[in-house]
């Protein structure tokens, strides 16, 4: 990988039989030419995961991270999960289309917001459709994780928001832009997580 290289990273689980797969978009913003996607992968397991398994239910289990170079060269990279992957929130959870949801905000008009989806979310959790009391602050350590921009050993990855259609057309090569911030939006639903609907 080298600057300007952009990867897709997915994260991949499963919760009450339901795959659950979310996706970050990564640009490598410093390094040399040799930079590899197991490093950004490791930083992502060690600074990002621990926030998400904090705030979804035990019955949420992450079982890989996924690595692509979508832009400026074709490497992969599997990493599979097996300590630190499984939610730490007790007690019964939610349907699995019931997520938390944060915006990724764009830096000026030229791209739309992001968005992430995380889950599973506990009954706990949630009063009458809100985040319970408290809540918004633990999530506020979410967003600053998905907001940071992962570094180490001189290479960085900046996070991005991905364009891979416009106008119902394939970008190639796909374009991202800057993120500004990202915030916690609250407790929303992701058709595509409904029991039957994989």
């Known amino acids: 990988m080298a600057v300007n290289d952009v990867i897709e ?25 040799d930079a590899l996607l197991s490093g950004l992968v490791t930083l992502f397991v060690n600074n990002v995961l621990p926030e998400i398994v904090n705030v979804v239910n035990h019955n949420t289990t992450f ?12 490497s992969v990279y599997v990493l599979g999960l097996s300590t630190d992957n499984v939610g730490l929130v007790s007690g019964d959870c939610m349907p699995p289309e019931v997520c938390w949801t944060f915006r990724y ?11 992430k989806r995380i889950g599973l979310v506990s009954e706990a959790d949630v009063t009458n459709g809100e ?6 602050a633990v999530m506020g350590d979410v967003a600053a994780a998905f907001q ?30 800057p993120v500004s911030s990202v ?7 992701q058709n595509s997580r409904k029991f039957n609907k994989h």
């Open 9 to 33: 990273l997915l994260l991949v689980g499963n919760g009450l039989g339901v795959p659950l797969i979310s996706n970050f978009t990564y640009e490598q913003t410093a390094g040399s030419p």
């Open 63 to 74: 079982t890989e991270v996924q690595a692509k170079t979508i832009r400026g060269g074709d």
């Open 105 to 115: 905000f764009r830096a000026s008009a030229a791209s739309r917001n992001g968005a």
């Open 131 to 136: 985040p319970a009391s408290g809540e918004a």
């Open 148 to 177: 940071a921009i992962l570094s180490g050993s001189g290479y960085e990855w900046t996070p991005r928001i991905l364009r891979k259609r416009l106008n119902g057309e394939p970008v190639d090569p796909v374009v991202v832009f």
């Open 183 to 189: 915030g916690f939006v609250g407790v929303t639903t």
